[in-house]
């Protein structure tokens, strides 16, 4: 089976940073596109950011130029959080695109972490 569990989230003052971490476990062959989504209070899930297997990025609007997400090729996904505003409050969740023999291509999602903005 495959896990994925994020981490390092917490308080945040407005304005400040955060790194979270998302790192996959278990067996898998390979890993293809890996996201972060975010989910507020009473809202939907909404897409934050993408990143390819060939590095390449793609971000929601409201978070260009805030935020970056970054991989170490290996099984580690980051999501650099920056100038912090209360509505970037939030359960913040990953998901990978992974290979596994067997069961071929599945998307697999963490639990999430949540993210709190003080003003």
């Known amino acids: 089976q495959v896990q994925l569990v994020e981490s390092g989230g917490g308080l945040v003052q407005s304005g400040g940073s955060a790194r979270l971490s998302c790192v996959v476990s278990?067996?898998?062959?390979?890993?293809?596109?890996q996201e972060w989504f975010r989910q507020a209070p009473g809202k939907q899930r909404e897409f934050v950011a993408r990143i390819a297997r060939d590095g390449s990025t793609t971000y929601a609007d409201s978070v260009k130029d805030r935020f970056t997400i970054s991989g170490d090729n290996k099984n580690t996904l980051y999501l650099q959080i920056s100038s912090l505003k209360p509505e970037d409050a939030g359960v913040y969740y990953c998901n990978a695109d992974i290979f596994r023999n067997g069961p071929g291509w599945q998307v697999y999602w963490g639990q999430g972490t949540q993210v709190t903005v003080s003003s």
């Open positions: 278990g067996a898998f062959v390979s890993i293809r596109t």
